[in-house]
Structures are given as C-alpha cells and as structure tokens.
Nanobody
Framework: QVRLVESGGGSVQAGGSLSLSCVVS????????IGWFRHAPLKEREGVAA???????TYADSVKGRFTISKDNAKNTLYLQMNSLKPEDTAMYYC????????????????????????WGQGTQVTVSS
C-alpha cells in the first residue's frame, strides 16, 4: 500500500520559515518523481516544486528563490524548506509521487492536468499571517 505522509506545517508570520517533510512508503521511492503542491481556499490546486529521480529540481515562479525542495532516498523522505514566507503562501500543502516525471514537472510549470495522477498524501496546513 502506497502512503505519503506530510508533516511540518504550522502558522508563521510573514518573512518566517517552515520546513515540510513527506515520508513515502509502499513504492520504489528512487524511481518516482515527487512534488509539492498546494491548495488555497477559492483557488485551484497548483504545483510548487518537483524533484526527479535523478535529483533535478523544478520550481513554480512564485516560489523561486524562496523554497527549496530536496529528498533523502535512504529515508524515503521529501522535504520543502520554505523561507521568506508570504501571506499568499497560505494553503494546504500536499506531496505527490508519480513514475512519470513529465506529469509532475508539467504540473509545476504549466498548471495541473485535467485528470487525476499519482499518489497523494493528506496534506499539512501552512498559514502565513501579515
């Protein structure tokens, strides 16, 4: 059974930092592209960052220079370091894994695909106050 479990969300003031984690089990972690996504109220879900099986990374323009995605294959864990947080970063953050890197990467740079994809966690809430 595939499971993705996010943690690390919370409430911070603008300019602050948070670090999210996503522990993945039930799949060959190193064979998957894994990404972070977020969903804010009244907005569509959007891709934030992706990291491929070879370690290459992709970021949405809105978080470039502020967020860093990384992974530890030995721990089957994905991370998202978020610095210089803004109120518009407030959302539920999810990690997702898919064996096709093009799906995850395209979702980050060009918007979510119309159909479902990948395996998803339950999310962790990030709230940034001004």
């Amino acid at each position: 059974q595939v499971r993705l479990v996010e943690s690390g969300g919370g409430s911070v003031q603008a300019g602050g930092s948070l670090s999210l984690s996503c522990v993945v089990s039930g799949l060959t972690y190193s064979d998957y592209c894994i990404g972070w996504f977020r969903h804010a109220p009244l907005k569509e879900r959007e891709g934030v960052a992706a990291i491929d099986s070879d370690g290459s990374t992709t970021y949405a323009d809105s978080v470039k220079g502020r967020f860093t995605i990384s992974k530890d294959n030995a721990k089957n864990t994905l991370y998202l370091q978020m610095n210089s947080l803004k109120p518009e970063d407030t959302a539920m953050y999810y990690c997702a894994a898919d064996p096709l890197s093009s799906i995850i990467v395209r979702a980050v740079v060009a918007g979510m695909p119309k159909g479902p994809f990948g395996y998803w966690g339950q999310g962790t809430q990030v709230t940034v106050s001004s």
